[in-house]
């Protein structure tokens, strides 16, 4: 991968030297996106689990701890932003599906979708299946999945004018008057009026530090079917692969082999303890991986260590912080997330649709899919729309040949002609073709 850094320390030194408090607005606002929304689907599987407040409790502490070690360990070593996240498709899969086996079997089918991800990451597998894709067709995923996320802000702004519509004033006034700081100011205007309103009522706070507990794994054939299977395919296709993409549409090379790799390794140590998977952010990590932590690309893995770090306080503190994270006025987190996602989406839409022809076609079909929320067999829109999308390619691209097969017209142009500038945004920051 390459060091987007000119640092090549791993200290203190550098890191507070590359630290600005865009970047750590932006790691901060990842973590409160991460947990705010899709963390209810954890407590809800966990109910239907069955599990005591203690079970619960682990369950979050493992699935934290995880994504803080792993996010601040290959963000100082790689020097990018690498985000690490709960899977949350896989969260939503085990709604259907957990309560019907003992909790012991679905940790067993957790340890198992755990084990075959690092593998696939770690052989380098996973990064061919990638490889043969048209890259277009992975930043078309990975617009579909933002997409919704930006237009729910609008929505929000009408439900609550007052807390959602000072948040997004405010990231519009950030970007015409001071463009680095478009994102705190929009946080800091949802808090306050939030907390004017009345938004932060009945919160409640329990500074206990959380004890984990052990479940032995237990292997039923029948668990690892209906729940390992899916979870390693939803969280693979649905955040690994969009987690790549975005930090490709922002400029890096990610290494698939060290973070899939690295990632599921940790995930599967800890599955004992409840966490089912982690993996590479894609919602969350596109806050970190934009122009918006930080105008040079070298310096925003500092927001992936605030991210991080976050986890890793999360984890000591799961059971009162869940509660905080809670409190959170949903309008709020919808607003702020739909403002910080607006530089990576429009560089994905960008180098998606920069495509022409059969590859074009067939990402405009990724796209349209991945944003439709379909869900069918318990599998989510980000996997759908990805099958579609190849789908597509393959029939319209059967018979041209490899060059034809793999790359749009616009592209095949490129290659025969001079090297074109590699494109980039707003900010001057380069963008994945």
């Not at 369950?59 to 020097?79: I, K, M, N, Y």
């Not at 429009?346 to 920069?354: G, T, W, Y």
Request: proline share 6%; charged share 10%; net charge positive.
């Amino acid at each position: 991968m390459k060091k987007q850094s000119s640092g090549t320390r791993f200290g203190g030194v550098a890191v507070l030297r590359d630290a600005s408090l865009s970047a750590v607005v932006a790691g901060v606002v990842a973590v409160v996106v991460s947990y705010a929304g899709p963390f209810a689907l954890v407590v809800e599987a966990a109910q239907r689990a069955g599990l005591d407040a203690a079970h619960t409790a682990s369950w979050v502490w493992a699935l934290a701890l995880g994504s803080g070690v792993s996010g601040v360990l290959l963000s100082l070593f790689t020097r990018t932003p690498v985000v690490v996240a709960f899977s949350t498709p896989g969260a939503a899969l085990l709604l259907g599906v957990l309560g019907g086996y003992r909790f012991s079997d679905a940790v067993g089918a957790f340890l198992l979708a755990s084990l075959l991800a690092a593998v696939l990451g770690f052989t380098g597998w996973f990064g061919r299946v990638l490889a043969a894709l048209p890259q277009p067709l992975l930043t078309a995923l990975l617009a579909g999945a933002l997409l919704p996320f930006v237009i729910r802000a609008a929505g929000a702004v009408a439900t609550a004018p007052l807390i959602a519509g000072s948040t997004v004033g405010a990231f519009l006034l950030g970007r015409r008057l001071a463009e680095r700081y478009a994102v705190p100011l929009a946080l800091l205007a949802g808090a306050s009026a939030a907390a004017l309103t009345g938004g932060f009522a009945g919160l409640s706070l329990d500074l206990s530090p959380t004890r984990p507990v052990w479940t032995t794994p237990t292997l039923d054939p029948s668990a690892l079917l209906a729940i390992g299977l899916p979870l390693l395919l939803v969280t693979m296709a649905s955040q690994n692969a969009p987690g790549l993409a975005v930090l490709r549409s922002s400029g890096y090379a990610p290494d698939d082999r060290l973070l899939v790799g690295s990632v599921s390794a940790v995930s599967a140590v800890l599955t004992p303890f409840g966490g089912h998977a982690t993996n590479l952010a894609a919602l969350s990590a596109a806050i970190c991986t934009g122009p918006d932590a930080h105008p040079d690309p070298g310096r925003r893995y500092v927001a992936g260590l605030v991210c991080g770090v976050g986890n890793l306080l999360v984890a000591l503190f799961s059971t009162g912080l869940v509660s905080v994270f809670a409190a959170l006025p949903a309008e709020l987190v919808a607003a702020l997330a739909g403002t910080a996602l607006l530089a990576p989406l429009l560089a994905a839409l960008r180098s998606s649709m920069e495509a022409d022809g059969p590859t074009g076609t067939a990402a405009l079909v990724t796209l349209v899919v991945t944003a439709s929320g379909l869900t069918a067999a318990g599998v989510g829109s980000a996997f759908w729309g990805l099958l579609t999308g190849t789908c597509v390619w393959l029939v319209l691209t059967a018979g041209r040949g490899a060059s034809g097969a793999r790359v749009s017209g616009s592209r095949r142009r490129r290659r025969a002609g001079p090297a074109a500038p590699a494109p980039r945004d707003p900010s001057g920051a380069p963008v994945a073709g």
